[in-house]
Every structure is written in structure tokens, then in C-alpha cells.
């Protein structure tokens, strides 16, 4: 192996080192990020819980998208369809009482329907871009039905 070659080898294997650091120090940011969450997430009220679930993503979601966030934070509930149902209850209560809250049906379906805040549609009252919901896959269609 001659000098140009032994000098590429070594920098492809350098490269493979910053690569694998940059990842673990993105690791060790998300889980700091998730700690300091755990910190912040209101513990004993459901309706603040969801609002800071949806002012955390910061865009619409849907019931199913905050019962699973909600899962990350509050371990003590394993029931994804009754928390479903429990926050759709809470949400379409109180979305008359606070002012700011919103729900943006996309389609003729129930479950085509997600939550955010007023300020983030334009003046059509479709939801921003950079506020922009997850559209439904067809399998998690499927699989909510049976």
C-alpha cells in the first residue's frame, strides 16, 4: 500500500468515527430532552397533559398520535383505545372553554379529524405547513377497525 492510499484509508476510518460520535451525541441529546420533558409533563391533570403533548410536536395530531405520546410520558396506562376515547372526550369538551384550541377535519371520516392551535392556520383555516398533521395510513385504518 503506498502513502496516497494508506492516507484515504485512514480518512474513510475517520469518517466512520465522527459519524458513529455525531449519532451518540445526538443519542445523548434526545434522551437528555426526554428526561427534562419528563420533568415538565404536568402530572396530575389529563387536559393539561394533552395540550403539553400537542404544544410539544408542535403541529395538529391526531387521538391516536397523543395516547401514544402520552404513553412515552405516563407509564401507568397500557389501554391505547381507552386513553383514545378518554382524550377525544376531554378535547371535544373543552375545545369550546379554551380559546386557542382547534380541531381540523380533512376528510368526511371521524378519524380524519386533528388537534392543534388556532394560530396555526393561515387565513383559509387549513392548518400551516410547518403545522401540518400526519395523514391516517391505510393500515392503521385497518387495524382501528378490527
Request: positive net charge; charged residues 30%; hydrophobic residues 30%.
Amino acid at each position: 500500500m503506498d502513502v496516497p492510499q494508506f492516507l484515504d484509508y485512514e480518512k474513510k476510518l475517520y469518517q466512520g468515527i465522527i459519524e458513529r460520535i455525531d449519532i451518540l451525541i445526538n443519542l445523548y441529546n434526545y434522551e437528555n430532552s426526554l428526561q427534562n420533558d419528563h420533568h415538565l409533563f404536568p402530572q396530575n391533570n389529563y387536559l393539561d397533559q394533552i395540550l403539553f403533548i400537542i404544544n410539544k410536536e408542535n403541529r395538529f395530531l391526531h387521538n391516536k398520535e397523543i395516547s401514544q405520546l402520552f404513553l412515552k410520558y405516563n407509564k401507568e396506562h397500557n389501554d391505547i383505545v381507552g386513553l383514545q376515547g378518554k382524550i377525544s372526550i376531554i378535547l371535544n369538551k373543552k375545545k369550546k372553554t379554551i380559546s386557542n384550541l382547534v380541531s381540523y377535519k380533512y376528510s368526511k371520516a371521524y378519524k380524519d379529524t386533528v388537534w392543534g392551535k388556532k394560530e396555526w392556520l393561515d387565513e383559509n383555516n387549513k392548518p400551516k405547513e410547518k403545522h401540518m398533521y400526519k395523514e391516517r395510513k391505510k393500515d392503521d385504518f385497518l387495524k382501528s377497525k378490527f
